[in-house]
Nanobody, 123 residues
């Protein structure tokens, strides 16, 4: 079975950092591209950081570019999202998911999703 299991959410103060993890089973995080999405209250789910090429090329939405970093550890079959300089606008439920090797953007593919984790940025 394919499973994506997330960890690392929680409450953080403005300006702080948080690291999310997404560990896959049943698939390789290299053979199947992984990306990060988030859904804030009252807003649509959006792709924010994704692998878009097999060689590790990444995409970042403008809202997180320069603050967030996506990385992968093939030995642990895990993808990470390092979030820095967090602000209240980053408060959302964060999901990892399989995405297409689209070359240019986060595009959900295969419909495999992590369970979601709440990130709340507040003083």
């Amino acid at each position: 079975q394919v499973q994506l299991v997330q960890s690392g959410g929680g409450l953080v103060q403005p300006g702080g950092s948080l690291r999310l993890s997404c560990t896959a089973s049943g698939i390789s995080v290299e053979s199947y591209a992984i990306g990060w999405f988030r859904q804030a209250p009252g807003k649509e789910r959006e792709g924010i950081a994704c692998f878009v090429k097999y060689d590790g090329t990444t995409y970042y939405d403008d809202s997180v570019k320069g603050r967030f970093n996506i990385s992968r550890d093939m030995a642990r079959n895990t993808v990470y999202l390092q979030m820095n300089s967090l602000g209240p606008e980053d408060t959302a439920v964060y999901f990892c998911a399989t995405v297409a090797y689209s070359g240019y953007r986060c595009l959900s593919m295969y419909d495999y999703w992590g369970q979601g984790t709440q990130v709340t940025v507040s003083s």
